[in-house]
Nanobody, 124 residues
């Protein structure tokens, strides 16, 4: 069973940084891709970034490219999202997600497993 636990959110000023983590306490052998989504109040959940667990191939939404970095620690079964130069429009609840499908998808329906979410607020 896959169990994802998000952490690392908080309040940060514009231009600041945060690092989110997502620990998987269950098995990872069947997981091919893990990613991050976010959902702001009144908006639909949107894709942020994803990574293939085995090879570490990454993909980013245009809105975060160059500012966010996704990575994984296979030994710790943990996914990370380093967020730099944060902007107020990055404010949202961030969710990690995982799928057994062997391709990176921007569609939330592709991902079977989800963390509980962690709040990121960017404000002065």
């Amino acid at each position: 069973q896959v169990q994802l636990v998000d952490a690392g959110g908080g309040l940060v000023q514009p231009g600041g940084s945060l690092r989110l983590s997502c620990a998987n306490s269950g098995r990872t052998g069947s997981l091919y891709v893990m990613g991050w989504f976010r959902q702001a109040p009144g908006k639909e959940r949107e894709f942020v970034s994803a990574i293939t667990w085995s090879l570490g191939i990454t993909y980013y939404a245009d809105s975060v490219k160059g500012r966010f970095t996704i990575s994984r620690d296979k030994a710790k079964n943990t996914l990370y999202l380093q967020m730099n130069n944060l902007k107020p429009e990055d404010t949202a609840v961030y969710y990690c997600a995982a799928t057994s499908r062997d391709y990176i998808s921007r569609q939330s329906e592709t991902y079977k497993y989800w963390g509980q979410g962690t709040q990121v607020t960017v404000s002065s």
